[in-house]
């Protein structure tokens, strides 16, 4: 174990704020899903008011959750991307070389809003035919589908705001920049909370708009979140001097380098991310109940994943930076301590999500057996977060930093593709084995990844100095 406290100091420095702000992102859309399952008027989803149906909270959590499927698939995106910087960031910080920092900016601005734009440019040509893929548009699922069409078309507009205010965040936190985070996350909270409530139920003379109300509070918040990162950037940090017009300017020679180190780890996310969108897929065909059950489930995994995501990200800058430093010997001392500490923590992570899994899920406005069907996923998805956040720390904390993305990502395309999709279809239409069951089969590759990566580790070849090939 280290003993120097300055290395606990920053990884805790970076992964608090990190974790806050990702607390309140995730928040965000828990808002959303949370918020609408309590809908409880059939005109509030564009349903005549005569309706017969008993389950509006579920319909209502089905069409809005099954959405942010896509919304997560775009974040893991521009999250990736960012990432990928990250690796090239950090080691440059640890030469202390602040011009090639300052460079890389652009790039992945660049990037990442390409991306924000196709998104919404596909939401408002073709939404059905992309949240196909996700939920059923059959008679039995046909009502949850049009709420999804209608909150899509609207929700998607916020991705251009979050690609902007998320890649610069992503950069700051990679030289250990990370009070921005706190203000945006405080500042997005509290404009997502209140519009949700005005806009959703129409309270304070706003009108009740529903599932829309719930989309329009996503992007006002997401555009809060922009306004504070840009003025954060441009007017009070020191760290890095750039201004607006700097994130038009990148040197060709970076983009290769951006594509050798950097594109694996986007890449990796972003493919990642879409055997999580074909998860959802298989989830989005069965019935409604079952659909409400996964996605509260899933929230509560995501939420549970928070603190081991923002010490990963920790650990990939105190990683990359000492890489970049040519200190191996104590990169090696440092990889050692992170993966004793997040064996520990994800045992910490199992029994939190078990006790707190019944509080959890009674905050949802669930009907029918969708409550007892959550609970029992999220049982079993206690159990994988033994597997999970240990993996985590390595794969996105010790490798990605020390610029081994490429292996991180051929291990998620094997596990993603070969074996999670492929498994996880028979049990659910071969197989037909019972809900909470299905969730277990969705995170299959939870309960083995931790071997991988340990074996990985215990040799030298995950170490590339990115500063010394680029």
């Not at 999580?276 to 549970?304: N, P, Q, T």
């Amino acid at each position: 174990m280290v003993k120097d406290r300055q290395f606990y100091r920053t990884i805790l420095k970076i992964a608090m704020p990190s974790a806050f702000q990702s607390l309140i992102s995730l928040a965000v859309t828990y808002l959303d899903d949370l918020m609408v399952s309590w809908i409880d008027k059939p005109e509030m989803l564009g349903l005549a008011a005569d309706s017969s149906i008993s389950d509006i909270g579920n319909l209502a959590l089905t069409g809005v959750g099954q959405t942010n499927s896509l919304t997560s698939f775009f974040t893991a995106i521009v999250l990736g991307l960012t990432s990928g910087s990250g690796v090239l960031i950090a080691q440059y910080w640890g030469k202390k070389d602040l011009k090639r920092i300052k460079q890389v900016f652009p790039l992945v601005t660049l990037l990442t809003m390409c991306a924000a734009l196709v998104f919404v440019l596909l939401s408002q040509i073709c939404p059905a035919p992309l949240l196909r893929v996700v939920l059923s548009s059959s008679a039995s699922s046909g009502d949850a589908f049009n709420i999804a069409v209608r909150y899509f078309s609207i929700a998607a507009f916020s991705y251009i705001p979050y690609a902007l205010a998320y890649s610069m965040v992503g950069m700051f936190r990679a030289v250990e920049v990370v009070r921005v985070t706190l203000y945006i996350t405080v500042g997005a909270m509290f404009v997502n909370l209140f519009f949700n409530y005005c806009l959703i139920f129409g309270r304070f003379g706003f009108p009740a708009m529903g599932v829309e109300g719930a989309a329009i509070a996503t992007i006002l918040a997401r555009v809060a979140e922009l306004a504070i990162v840009w003025y954060y950037t441009f007017r009070r940090q020191k760290a890095i001097e750039i201004k607006p017009k700097d994130l038009v300017r990148s040197p060709f020679t970076l983009w290769r380098e951006y594509r050798r180190f950097g594109l694996p780890v986007g890449l990796g996310d972003a493919q990642w991310s879409l055997v999580g969108l074909f998860k959802s897929a298989i989830i989005g065909h069965l019935a409604v109940g079952v659909i409400a059950a996964y996605r509260a489930a899933e929230m509560m995994m995501s939420m549970g994943m928070i603190f081991t995501s923002a010490l990963a990200a920790g650990a990939c800058v105190i990683i990359g930076k000492t890489v970049g430093q040519k200190q191996y010997d104590k990169v090696r001392e440092y990889s050692n301590t992170i993966q004793i500490l997040f064996a520990y923590f994800g045992v910490v992570m199992c029994v939190i999500i078990f006790l707190l899994r019944h509080v959890f899920i009674s905050a949802y406005g669930l009907s029918g057996e969708a409550p007892a069907i959550a609970e029992k996923m999220i049982m079993l998805g206690a159990v994988t977060m033994l597997g999970t956040t240990y993996h985590a720390s390595c794969f996105v904390g010790i490798n990605r930093g020390a610029g081994d993305g490429k292996f991180v990502m051929y291990v998620d395309l094997i596990c993603g593709w070969l074996v999670v999709l492929p498994l996880s279809y028979l049990a659910g239409y071969v197989w037909h084995v019972p809900p909470a069951f299905m969730f277990l089969f969705l995170r299959i590759d939870q309960c083995f990844k931790w071997l991988i990566a340990f074996i990985r580790l215990r040799g030298n070849k995950w170490i590339k100095n990115v500063t010394e090939q680029s």
